[in-house]
């Protein structure tokens, strides 16, 4: 099933040098010394028209996701995995250069979506999408 509606998406390992430290301070903020890094990092493209449905990350990735928000503000809902229901949910508002970063709990207990601009609100807060990127670094998975 598709997750996503409206977007263009690539893995990117190599970066210009003055992204590479981008990069680095992002993983730097978000990951332990220890961790290992999956080799690609992901760029969603999401345009104005485009949304992200509720899901929970693939199991293929480890236990933290950390994201850089770029051009558009968006709203992001969390709510439980296990529940048809809205009886809870909490949304963040990703302005553009901000970091996210999902780990344990809100990784696998909570579903994450990126509402659609026509019903993208934080509060009483209409907020007006536009095209928004993503840049997104995923842990290896850890076998036990």
């Known amino acids: ?3 996503i509606t409206g977007m263009g998406e690539l893995e990117k390992s190599r970066w210009e040098l003055a992204n590479q430290k981008v990069i680095q301070r992002v993983k730097d903020k978000a990951f332990d010394d220890e961790t290992t890094m999956l080799p690609g990092v992901h760029v969603l493209d999401l345009f104005k028209d485009g949304y992200i449905k509720p899901h929970v990350d693939s199991k293929f990735c480890g236990r933290r996701i950390a994201g850089v928000s770029l051009l558009s503000t968006a709203v992001m809902r969390l ?3 296990d529940s048809d229901s809205y009886s809870f949910f909490v949304d963040v508002l990703l302005k553009p250069c901000s970091l ?11 579903t994450h979506e990126v509402l659609p ?3 993208s609100y934080f509060g009483d807060k209409r ?5 928004r990127i993503a840049v997104v670094m ?3 998975p850890t076998t036990l």
């Open 138 to 140: 995923r842990e290896e």
């Open 1 to 3: 099933m598709n997750m």
């Open 117 to 119: 601009d026509d019903i």
């Open 79 to 81: 709510k439980p995995n």
């Open 100 to 110: 996210y970063i999902m780990r344990d709990y809100a990784r696998y207990e909570l």
């Open 127 to 131: 907020i007006i999408r536009d095209r």
